[in-house]
């Protein structure tokens, strides 16, 4: 049971990752904003340096992954570990050169002119600073309710899903 429980987080944390990164990087054809609100939330990208959080986000993401694969593949080397790890930044960041105009079109979708300024306003005062400088940190915290929340949830769902597999006559490995 542990090894399905071990799979099943693996292969759910693959599975986020990947709809993250598609649905960061998928071309949407949506109509371009005028050329001041595009050049003001590039300004606000840049002042509260979303890229650079993506990028502390995905690395975070991407360490938290390290456990997994070890739990996975117990005879992994670190050496190996950080190949995947390297690796998987490597195209992450490759990726990201096309993040500007995408994230442009989210902040378009969800926001007007003058929120777009409010925001800038808002990240200049001494709050809108401390909320920029300690969300990596929630989010890491946020990743790891996630993964704590996850375990639990197949913890206890298993024993369950395996009694009803096996009613329903299929074989389930387990440790």
């Given amino acids: ?11 759910s944390l693959l599975i986020c990752f990947s709809l993250l990164c598609s649905t960061l990087l998928s071309h949407r ?12 939330i590039e ?7 979303a890229l650079k959080l993506g990028a502390e986000i995905g690395k975070q993401l991407i360490n938290g992954i390290k456990p997994v694969f070890k739990k996975a593949v117990p005879n992994i080397t ?12 490597f195209s992450v ?16 979708r969800y926001f ?6 409010d925001l800038r306003v808002f990240y200049r005062t001494p709050t809108g600073k401390k909320s ?17 929340l996850s375990k639990d949830v197949m913890q206890d769902a298993m024993p369950r899903i ?3 597999l096996e009613a329903m006559g299929y074989k389930v490995k387990q440790k």
């Fill in 1 to 11: 049971m542990a090894t399905i429980c071990k799979r099943f987080l693996a292969t």
């Fill in 132 to 148: 920029l400088k300690v969300m990596p940190l929630l989010m890491q915290d946020a990743v790891q309710i996630g993964q704590t």
């Fill in 43 to 49: 300004a606000l990208l840049v002042e509260t340096d």
């Fill in 162 to 164: 395996v009694e009803r």
């Fill in 112 to 117: 007007e002119a003058d929120e777009i300024d």
């Fill in 29 to 40: 054809a949506e109509a371009e904003p005028g050329a001041e609100k595009r050049a003001a």
């Fill in 93 to 108: 960041e490759k990726a990201q050169s096309g993040l500007i105009d995408q994230y442009v079109l989210i902040y378009d």
């Fill in 78 to 89: 670190d050496e190996a570990l950080d190949v995947v790890v390297e690796e998987t930044l």
